[in-house]
T-cell receptor
Framework: ETGVTQTPRHLVMGMTNKKSLKCEQH?????MYWYKQSAKKPLELMFV???????ENNSVPSRFSPECPNSSHLFLHLHTLQPEDSALYLC???????????????FGNGTRLTVT | GNSVTQMEGPVTLSEEAFLTINCTYT??????LFWYVQYPGEGLQLLLK?????DKGSNKGFEATYRKETTSFHLEKGSVQVSDSAVYFC???????????????FGKGTHLIIQP
């Protein structure tokens, strides 16, 4: 069983659809992240949750809505997306203590999203 | 702010060649440095890390030395294999940038292609 599992692996959605990405970590970590990976751009940190509280929101459009119901699960709810939102969305987890990341990030395999 | 700059790819080498992928960084504090590798269709995996000046991280024949004086963390391997073909990301974690689980700052990635 891999440490960080993301579903689905691939998703195609129209601009008027609503869908959700799911991430689950089995590492006992207390921080989880959503990253966006687009071609020829650095990974973009979208959201960070630490102890189930959102601690970072890097000016992400409101059409992306994260949810962290517990320390093992993270969702990204999508609605009315644009074609430029097509990318690989990566979930990661780590162990954080007192605001410092003590362990490297562990990534899932990502969800390849295509918005048509 | 923090930033990571790494050489643009693709880098194409023959099997058994010597590899260097340059990485330099700027940080407000005293960062930890990482190299991640992404194989096709997968998420990022930690390759190696270094947490203080002059530390050398190593794994799978890859090495990188934390050079504070030149703010660099170049990745090297003495003899590459076809299976090393992947995208390599340099990254930093800077606890001095304000605290909080703010993830990592990544470079754009270097696509490495090893030909038999």
């Amino acid at each position: 069983e891999t440490g960080v599992t993301q579903t689905p692996r691939h998703l195609v959605m129209g601009m008027t659809n609503k869908k959700s990405l799911k991430c689950e970590q089995h590492l006992g970590h207390n921080a989880m992240y959503w990253y966006k990976q687009s071609a020829k751009k650095p990974l973009e940190l979208m959201f960070v949750y630490s102890l189930e509280e959102r601690v970072e929101n890097n000016s992400v459009p409101s059409r992306f809505s994260p949810e962290c119901p517990n320390s093992s699960h993270l969702f990204l709810h999508l609605h009315t997306l644009q074609p430029e939102d097509s990318a690989l969305y990566l979930c990661a987890s780590s162990q954080e203590t007192g605001g410092i990341v003590n362990s490297p990030l562990h990534f899932g395999n990502g969800t390849r999203l295509t918005v048509t | 702010g923090n930033s990571v700059t790494q050489m643009e790819g693709p880098v194409t080498l023959s099997e058994e060649a010597f590899l260097t992928i340059n990485c330099t960084y700027t940080a407000t504090g005293y960062p930890s440095l990482f190299w991640y590798v992404q194989y096709p269709g997968e998420g990022l995996q930690l390759l190696l890390k270094a947490t203080k000046a002059d530390d050398k991280g190593s794994n799978k024949g890859f090495e990188a030395t934390y050079r504070k004086e030149t703010t660099s963390f170049h990745l090297e391997k003495g003899s590459v294999q076809v299976s090393d073909s992947a995208v390599y990301f340099c990254a930093l974690s800077d606890p001095g940038s304000g605290g909080g689980a703010d993830g990592l700052t990544f470079g754009k990635g270097t696509h490495l292609i090893i030909q038999p």
